[in-house]
């Protein structure tokens, strides 16, 4: 009798690493919201996680880097492996072909990320000036930014709905400029704004820059 082989299947593997990925990212978000940035080490990340120091740094190499990985999470909204250009909320802004509700879809989904990474951007922000190891990651938070917003102008160009004369590096860079967590901390956080009173500030903000 002829034994067949069964081709090796690594999906059982594969979710129980990416699980433990997670779960690190989740600790060590609520560990950097409790305790900070600096007074946070992987050891500590570790032990929240279950899981050994060495498969920390195996998984993400620096503590920046884990940073960074929890930014992303709280960006996305969840660890699928999906790009938040390809999720509903941003296809739909990308279908819309009408350039101020483009603009109007844009911003409230800007708003529910920014509700839920504040915290994580700013600690990235200010903890640049602590440690050096955050410098690179902000500047790679700013230039997707930069490399998205961009992406929209484009879109918004394309509608021929759009000031005349506005070159896309103008459209791109008031999008950017708008797309800076420096607002929400301000108007929200500082001087206690309803989130629909800003969600309807930054509409008009953004739509009055570019749209006759």
């Given at each position: 009798m002829t034994c067949v082989k069964r081709p090796y299947d690594g999906s059982g593997r594969q979710e129980a690493a990416r699980a433990r990925r997670h779960a690190v990212v989740?600790?060590?978000?609520?560990?950097?919201?409790r305790d900070g940035y600096r007074a946070t080490t992987i050891a500590a990340i570790a032990t929240a996680s279950k899981v050994s120091s060495e498969m920390v740094y195996k998984s993400f190499g620096s503590k920046s880097a884990l940073a960074k990985a929890v930014f992303d999470l709280a960006v996305a909204g969840d660890d699928k492996?999906?790009?938040?250009?390809?999720?509903?909320s941003a296809l739909a802004v990308?279908?819309?072909?009408?350039?101020?509700?483009?603009?109007?879809?844009?911003?409230d989904g800007l708003v529910e990320?920014?509700?839920?990474?504040?915290?994580?951007?700013?600690?990235?922000?200010?903890?640049?000036?602590v440690d050096d190891a955050l410098i690179p990651i902000w500047e790679q938070v700013l230039s997707e930014g930069l490399t998205g917003m961009e992406m929209l102008g484009r879109q918004?160009?394309?509608?021929?709905?759009?000031?005349?004369?506005?070159?896309?590096?103008?459209?791109?860079d008031v999008l950017w400029n708008y797309l800076a967590i420096d607002h929400y901390e301000r108007l929200v956080l500082v001087r206690g704004w309803r989130i629909v009173d800003f969600q309807l500030w930054l509409t008009a903000a953004i739509t009055d820059a570019l749209c006759p």
């Open positions: 989740l600790s060590a978000r609520d560990l950097f919201e492996p999906v790009p938040v250009r390809d999720r509903p990308t279908t819309e072909p009408e350039a101020r509700r483009k603009i109007a879809l844009f911003v990320r920014l509700q839920r990474s504040v915290k994580v951007q700013i600690m990235i922000r200010d903890g640049r000036h918004l160009l394309d509608t021929g709905q759009l000031k005349q004369n506005l070159t896309l590096a103008e459209i791109r």
